[in-house]
């Protein structure tokens, strides 16, 4: 067997990436929302509640720009806020239980055949896989806050 070149994996990493960014600004286009809309719903997503604060500094975003990203949000029904259960100054934003119904059957589509195809990848290739991801995954959060640093607030 003939060893794959790290060009291509990059590659393919890239053609992955552009191909997403597509499907995301498909997905929030048909949301009615911003793209920055689309990153708070799945970090949401992936990460369960977060508040405010915790939600910018993932998006890059002042405290005052995450406020009206969350009000927009919370008005169109993907959203909503609760007391954070152990600190009464902070809010948790969460994903409203609205918001998993409004998953467009061609995302639960894409969903599946992700899973399958995690699931067809040789068991002993899988813990390889799954530490590229992540390194690649940090690699692109340090790039972001190099280039542009976190912001008080």
Do not use: C
């Not at 929302?33 to 993932?58: F, K, M, N, V, Y």
């Not at 809010?91 to 609205?98: D, F, G, R």
């Not at 068991?123 to 590229?132: S, V």
């Amino acid at each position: 067997m003939t060893p794959i070149q790290p060009g291509v994996m990059t590659g393919g990493l890239q053609r992955f990436g552009l191909a997403r960014d597509r499907l995301r600004a498909v997905l929030a286009s048909q949301a009615g929302i911003s793209p920055a809309g689309l990153d708070a719903l799945e970090h949401l997503e992936l990460d369960g509640p977060l508040t405010q604060r915790q939600l910018g500094a993932r998006l890059s975003l002042t405290s005052g720009a995450v406020t009206m990203l969350v009000d927009r949000l919370e008005r169109a029904g993907w959203v909503r806020r609760r007391p954070h259960p152990t600190d009464r100054r902070y809010v948790l934003v969460e994903l409203s239980p609205a918001a998993a119904m409004r998953t467009p059957p061609a995302l639960a589509r894409y969903h599946a055949m992700v899973r399958a195809l995690a699931g067809g990848v040789p068991a002993e290739h899988r813990a390889a896989i799954g530490t590229f991801l992540a390194a690649v995954a940090e690699a692109a959060a340090d790039a972001a806050t190099e280039i542009r640093p976190a912001r008080p607030g």
